[in-house]
């Protein structure tokens, strides 16, 4: 064994018993950090000014509720854990874009009620940042009568530096933005609403 071989050695023995491994993103906090801009290619709204959303609490239906992202580039796996609620995160995203498309989200004396479930909410990381969000939207009138339902899905991919926590919370805040302005064209949506006035 050469004297260069024998240093590389040690020095891996050394990193493993001082536990100098990469350091794993664990129990991080949600941040928006969309690169996209909200009104670019901004949707048609028209007979939804006139409806007052309630938006109750999403549900969280993945298997994995802390994980939101993983790096699948070396022989080991290496994950990103969120220690926020990220049904709640969803929810007050939600709630603050619609308002800033200039809809009216209300507490109580609602026209429509929105339900959310989320489906999916994950980035994975090779070469590069793939983001994909679903959501499972429904909107009922005020006596619980489904007017519409239908999933919402948005997705990004970008490039970055290999497992940047930044990439992670850009590539995520782009899929969720899409998710939710996508609905907005959502003309089927806007249909059911029509129909809902008459």
């Given at each position: 064994m ?5 240093a590389?050695?040690l020095?891996a023995a ?7 491994a990469?350091t ?11 690169t ?5 290619g ?9 409806e007052?959303?309630?938006v ?19 022989s ?61 939207l429904?909107?009922?009138d ?12 948005g ?6 530096r ?9 590539s995520i ?5 899409e998710?939710?302005s996508?609905?907005l ?6 249909n ?7």
């Amino acid at each position: 064994m050469t004297k260069k071989l024998i240093a590389l050695t040690l020095l891996a023995a050394v990193s493993v018993a001082c536990g100098c491994a990469p350091t794993l993103y664990s129990d991080v906090p949600l941040i928006w950090k969309p690169t996209n801009d909200l009104y670019s290619g901004s949707p048609t709204l028209t007979g939804m000014y006139s409806e007052k959303f309630r938006v109750l609490p999403f549900v969280d239906l993945r298997s994995s509720k802390k994980e939101i992202a993983k790096n699948v580039e070396g022989s080991r796996e290496k994950p990103v854990t969120t220690k926020d609620d990220v049904a709640m995160w969803c929810t007050d995203r939600f709630k603050t874009i619609i308002k800033q498309y200039g809809l009216t989200v209300v507490d109580n004396q609602e026209t429509v009620t929105l339900k959310g479930e989320i489906l999916n909410f994950y980035v994975t990381e090779d070469n590069l940042y793939r983001s994909n969000v679903g959501i499972r939207l429904t909107a009922e009138d005020p006596k619980g009568k489904v007017l519409w339902q239908g999933l919402i899905t948005g997705n990004a991919k970008r490039f970055g530096r290999s497992y940047s926590l930044e990439n992670y919370y850009e590539s995520i805040s782009d899929a969720y933005l899409e998710a939710v302005s996508g609905w907005l064209n959502n003309q089927e949506f806007k249909n059911a609403l029509s129909q809902k006035l008459r």
